[in-house]
């Protein structure tokens, strides 16, 4: 079954400084990995996706993530954080022959400190 | 574009009454998906529509039940209602099985 842990549930950083929110997920079949961001009593907005070509994916607002087969991970990065990206980030994987079902983690809430 | 988008927005229920909850895919999405986000947790998968047909379901009780229409939009309907219901319930599409787009949700009150 397949199943995704975000290490962290709040995670603070200073404006300017690295995000890296963490991922690992579970997976019987090669995954599509996906991060999503949540703003406060909004739905999911999708940042970006794995599914299979390169390992390092580029997202939008400058974030990126890395598919880690070795590690089953998929950690999601920014190098420089900006007040606007507070909010809830979701990973989460999904099986395509089985349907593109997404399972997410509990989420990580991001904090960005002036 | 439109984007995927759910109505009512809010919505405040009793114990033991039934909701229905709506949603409109984006314009040429085939696929519906419906998910619960309880407060302080990540969505949790409830059904998934494909052409009009039920493709997949979560670990839901019966009381839980939806259908697609020929338009493609889709309604969630939930009997029976218990306190526990109260979420946040996200319908998610997308073309066929590739990247689901959200909506931004109906949220859920039950008293």
């Known amino acids: 079954a397949q199943s995704v842990t975000q290490l962290g549930s709040h995670v603070s950083v200073s404006e300017g400084a690295l995000v890296l929110l963490r991922c690992n997920y579970s997976s019987s079949v090669p995954p599509y990995l996906f991060w999503y961001v949540q703003y406060p009593n909004q739905g999911l907005q999708l940042l970006l996706k794995y599914t299979s070509a390169a390992t390092l994916v580029k997202g939008i607002n400058d974030f990126e993530a890395e598919f880690k087969k070795s590690e089953t991970s998929f950690h999601l990065t920014k190098p420089s954080a900006h007040m606007s990206d507070a909010a809830e980030y979701f990973c989460a994987v999904s099986e395509m022959e089985y349907g593109n079902k997404l399972v997410f983690g509990a989420g990580t809430i991001l904090r960005v400190k002036s | 574009d439109a984007g995927v988008t759910q109505s009512p927005t809010h919505l405040i229920k009793t114990r033991g009454q039934h909701v229905t909850l709506r949603c409109s895919p984006i314009s040429g999405h085939k696929s519906v998906s419906w998910y619960q986000q309880v407060l302080g947790q990540g969505p949790q998968f409830i059904f998934q529509?494909?052409?009009?047909?039920?493709?997949g379901r979560g670990n839901f009780p019966d009381r839980f039940s939806a259908r697609q229409f020929p338009n493609y939009s889709s309604e969630l309907n939930v009997n029976a209602l218990l306190l526990g219901d109260s979420a946040l319930y996200l319908c998610a599409s997308s073309y066929g099985q590739e990247t689901q787009y959200f909506g931004p949700g109906t949220r859920l009150l039950v008293l």
């Open positions: 529509y494909y052409e009009k047909e039920e493709r």
